[in-house]
């Protein structure tokens, strides 16, 4: 099992000056291991091997891919020496990340979904670089140990657990300043709870207004946290606009803006934290929507959606659960809200008719509570089948 943990550091003015340094220099390099991948790209993506003598056509290069990228750094090290000064698996991260980019963009994920075309980093965009490896004995006493930069201190606000170790390290610039991301790995296996009652579960139908709506009636309120925050943040942005270009006065306007959106993002995450960690206590099993929030976040509701943030709250409740030992189940959300969860009747109704009145069984109820209700059941349905077809594997 892998999980991160973040912790502030508080780095010396040289020590700071090292990490800004480095994130520089990583910074062009990936620009220019990005340039080769364009470069190539541009010249050999013709399918067409043969053209008439009037015409001319370029030799064809060599594919850049992150192995005769990453062993090109030697080469660099001997043009530019001052390269020498980064960690050499810092620096064989960038290739690295430039295959991952550039390949998102023309296969796509695992999932087939692709990526936009990769941009080159501007000044102060590259902002994390990665230790691959890391010894536990270097992060001790409130201190961490990292290579070419040296002993940092750690604002240690929870301890790591017993038998996770650290896998790798990265070290992420932000508007409040410098950040520690250990991730951490358990090779024991996460087991499935002793207690693990499969009729304990519950649905819920997450939204705007409120921001979920649970089958046992349960509501809690969307927060907005952008929504109150936008009169700062348009402050914060105009100081930004009305500063001269270069200037240190739009540096430090710049560093404001990012700090109060940086705290809309936090209150954010920790509301999703504290509200998964309510829902876990509760239930065994949560069945929610399987949503298309790229598609939604495209429609003219798209700033709320996006300060719901119903992704980021279904990836932390789906961690959370099976480091609990417990289970989330995703299930179609098509009609959801038209169906009705006593008999089953379908009934087309806007999006401003806010109740379910169903004129076969009568019914009638909130309609956020009729669409958790069928999203339970579809649960499930769901979870039964993955029960079954578990069996006859066995």
Same mark, same amino acid.
């Given at each position: ?29 990936? *620009? @220019? ?11 050999? /993506?013709?399918?067409? =091997? ?16 992150? @192995?005769?990228? !990453? ?36 296969? %796509?994920?695992? *999932? ?12 102060? $965009? ?22 070419? &930069? ?12 017993? %038998?996770?170790? &650290? ?10 300043? @410098? ?6 790995? =358990? ?5 499935? !709870? ?8 519950? %649905? ?14 349960? +509501? ?10 936008? /009169?700062?943040?348009?402050?914060? $942005? ?7 270009? %270069? ?12 700090? +109060? ?41 798209? !700033? ?7 992704? $980021? ?15 989330? &189940? ?23 008719? /806010?109740?379910? *009145? ?37």
């Amino acid at each position: 099992m892998r999980i991160s943990y973040q912790y502030k550091i508080k780095p010396t003015k040289e020590q700071a000056e090292k990490i800004d340094k480095t994130l520089e220099m990583l910074r062009c390099q990936y *620009n @220019y291991l990005l340039a080769q991948r364009f470069d190539w790209y541009e010249q050999n /993506r013709c399918p067409v =091997d043969r053209c008439p003598l009037i015409c001319y056509l370029p030799e064809l290069k060599d594919q850049p891919n992150y @192995y005769n990228q !990453k062993a090109s750094l030697t080469q660099l090290k001997i043009d530019r020496p001052w390269y020498k000064e980064i960690h050499s698996q810092v620096l064989q991260e960038v290739p690295k990340k430039v295959e991952i980019t550039f390949e998102r963009w023309l296969k %796509g994920d695992i *999932n087939g979904k692709k990526s936009g075309r990769p941009r080159f980093k501007s000044q102060g $965009q590259y902002k994390t670089f990665t230790y691959p490896q890391f010894k536990r004995e270097h992060f001790a006493n409130n201190k961490i140990k990292l290579s070419r &930069i040296g002993d940092v201190k750690v604002i240690v606000h929870r301890q790591i657990p017993d %038998g996770f170790y &650290i896998k790798a390290v990265s070290i992420t610039r932000k508007a409040d300043g @410098y950040y520690v991301t250990l991730s951490l790995d =358990d090779k024991r296996v996460p087991t499935i !709870k002793p207690d693990f009652d499969v009729d304990n579960i519950v %649905g819920i139908d997450v939204g705007l207004i409120d921001f979920y709506v649970a089958s046992d009636g349960s +509501r809690t309120k969307a927060p907005k946290y952008l929504r109150k925050a936008e /009169r700062k943040l348009k402050s914060a $942005q105009r100081k930004v606009s009305r500063r001269t270009k %270069g200037s240190n006065r739009r540096k430090k306007a710049i560093q404001k803006l990012g700090k +109060r959106h940086k705290k809309v993002a936090d209150t954010r995450k920790d509301f999703h934290f504290k509200t998964a960690k309510s829902l876990l206590d509760k239930y065994d099993v949560i069945a929610v929507e399987k949503l298309n929030i790229k598609g939604l976040s495209k429609t003219r509701l798209a !700033k709320s959606i996006n300060d719901a943030g119903w992704g $980021q709250f279904v990836t932390i409740l789906s961690n959370k659960a099976a480091n609990a030992g417990l289970k989330v &189940i995703a299930v179609n959300p098509n009609d959801t809200s038209q169906e009705c969860s006593s008999c089953g009747q379908k009934l087309k109704k806007p999006l401003s008719q /806010r109740m379910h *009145n169903c004129p076969v069984c009568h019914g009638s109820l909130c309609r956020d509570l009729n669409a958790a209700i069928n999203i339970k059941n579809r649960g499930a349905q769901g979870l039964k089948a993955q029960t079954m077809s578990s069996l006859r594997s066995l």
